[in-house]
């Protein structure tokens, strides 16, 4: 497998493979990944839009992930920013990288490929810091969560709710750059 940059055209011009690799990776119906392919597509024309993916030897989509520059006006900054003091607002959305989506589908799943996307989206990001949101899940157990906190992101919220959902989320920051580990 290999890992590549992406520019909004490459996503958009693989969007249905991106969807595909959601759903899988999200376990949801294929009937509601018709609204969420009209999200991905705007979401390409967001200021500071980076995205990478994951391709297997014969060029199938194993993973992507992407993320914007994080502004008011954007549904999830709003909804975040209306839960966070004065002081969190300031510290957490004022130079923001948003992690929009960060997806590997559940056959490649556990080798890496998380890790790396995640480096590599995190290394492209401006800012000086970084969020994304995650469905809370024990600690533990849950491959995302190990990776967020391998990457030594915090929290800023815990059982979030965003209308329209009734899962309880958790928002992760860390400040950016991300440092390469040592022996890499």
């Given at each position: 497998?290999?890992?590549v940059?992406?520019k909004?055209d490459?996503?958009a ?6 969807v ?10 294929p009937?509601?990944?018709e ?5 991905i ?74 890790a ?52 309880a989320?958790a928002?992760?920051g ?11």
């Amino acid at each position: 497998m290999r890992l590549v940059p992406w520019k909004p055209d490459d996503l958009a011009r693989r969007l249905d493979d991106v969807v595909a690799v959601y759903g899988e990776a999200m376990g949801y119906r294929p009937e509601l990944m018709e609204a969420r392919r009209g999200i991905i597509a705007t979401h390409v024309r967001r200021s500071g839009f980076r995205a990478v993916a994951t391709l297997t030897t014969d060029g199938h989509l194993a993973g992507f992930g992407y993320g914007y520059v994080s502004g008011a006006g954007q549904w999830w900054h709003d909804q975040v920013r209306s839960a966070l003091s004065e002081e969190h607002r300031k510290r957490w959305l004022t130079d923001c990288f948003e992690v929009v989506e960060l997806h590997v589908r559940p056959a490649a799943q556990g080798h890496g490929v998380g890790a790396r996307q995640l480096r590599a989206l995190l290394g492209m990001a401006p800012g000086a810091t970084t969020l994304l949101s995650t469905p809370e899940a024990d600690e533990q157990k849950s491959r995302a969560w190990r990776l967020y906190r391998s990457f030594e992101f915090v929290d800023v919220l815990r059982d979030f709710r965003f209308p329209g959902d009734e899962r309880a989320f958790a928002v992760l920051g860390r400040d950016l750059p991300v440092r390469a580990p040592s022996g890499e």
